[in-house]
């Protein structure tokens, strides 16, 4: 695909939602020579996995809902009932995890969003685990309140969704921000 569509090795990114998120984190720690970066959306790192542990850092951008009724913020079991899919990390544990290998360890810098969509049963918070240079490396949008769904101004899922997977944030565009956190990283 880099020959065909000269594409520059320096700038390729791995993104995904829920099970696509999980493998965005995988791409990141087996093929981290790979990756400029990496987006997880409503996803944490496995408790256990077979994969090795990540050994390289790559930045990273988590977006979660702290009421996700599938990926569970807090850790433990994914999923509902017969279709559970092993545990995760809990999304704190999943940013201290790649925030020790870009070389941080303090607290990470939050700031609340803007409500815009005051009716949507949630909040954003941004915040930076890890940075240099004034460049953001491992980040989370805290989505308080928020479910199992991508936070999106423009587009909506219907209710009858949200009322499986919890509330869908519309004070953040998810595709605007992850890709300022991409082009922010170097290439």
């Known amino acids: ?11 390729v990114y791995a993104i995904g939602s829920s099970n696509g998120g999980n493998m965005a984190l995988r791409m990141s720690i ?9 987006a997880a959306i409503v996803a944490s790192m496995p408790a256990r996995s077979e994969c090795a542990a990540p050994t390289r850092f790559v930045p990273i951008l988590f977006m979660n809902g702290t009421d996700d009724p599938l990926m569970p ?14 545990k995760v990390l809990s999304t704190e ?43 953001p490396l491992v980040m989370l949008y805290r989505i308080e309140g928020g479910g199992h769904l991508e936070p999106s101004r423009a587009e909506r899922y219907p209710r009858w969704l949200a009322r499986l997977l919890g509330h869908q944030n519309g ?13 922010a990283q170097p290439g």
């Open 93 to 135: 544990a999943s940013l201290g995890l790649w925030a020790r290998l870009a070389g941080e360890s303090g607290a990470p810098s939050r700031s609340m969003l803007p409500d815009l969509a005051s009716n949507d049963g949630s909040r954003a918070i941004r915040e930076v685990h890890a940075q240099r240079n004034g460049r």
């Open 73 to 86: 913020f807090t850790g433990g079991r994914v999923g509902k009932g017969n279709h559970a899919r092993g």
């Open 171 to 183: 004070d953040v565009e998810m595709a605007d921000e992850i890709w300022a956190f991409f082009v």
């Open 1 to 11: 695909l880099r020959r065909e569509y000269a594409v520059p090795s320096s700038r």
């Open 30 to 38: 087996e093929r981290p020579d790979t990756i400029t970066a990496a």
